[in-house]
Nanobody, 123 residues
Framework: VQLVESGGGTVQPGGSLTLSCAVS????????MSWVRQAPGKGPEWISS????????YYPDFVKGRFTISRDNAKNTLYLQMNSLKPEDTALYYC?????????????????RGQGTQVTVSS
């Protein structure tokens, strides 16, 4: 199983980035997926989840309206579009496969995760 993130970088406050997560090793289209981030000195923070078909998405309030999760099951790829970025969004972002079906609450466990891609928001 491999989850490989890309698209991170340094952006000014108010800017945008789109992250990608290329998945291999399992039937991507059958599983719900999530994005998680971790800032230096802090624990993991759930960012968003999407159901297997891509029709239902979930976000915590602090990213709702700014971030959009999506997926292309034909390409086995998960995306995170991030707009109106803030310095507090600076973190390592990684994609992960939740152990159970996703819902409004953050997933409690993940079976797999990628190594992550660094996002830095700074002027």
């Amino acid at each position: 199983v491999q989850l490989v993130e890309s698209g991170g970088g340094t952006v000014q406050p108010g800017g945008s980035l789109t992250l990608s997560c290329a998945v291999s090793g399992f039937r991507f289209s059958l599983f719900d997926m999530s994005w998680v981030r971790q800032a230096p000195g802090k624990g993991p923070e759930w960012i968003s989840s999407i159901n297997s078909g891509g029709s239902i998405t979930y976000y915590p309030d602090f990213v709702k309206g700014r971030f959009t999760i999506s997926r292309d099951n034909a390409k086995n790829t998960l995306y995170l579009q991030m707009n109106s970025l803030k310095p507090e969004d600076t973190a390592l972002y990684y994609c992960a496969r939740p152990r159970r079906r996703v819902g409004v609450r953050p997933p409690e466990e993940y079976d797999y995760r990628g190594q992550g891609t660094q996002v830095t928001v700074s002027s």
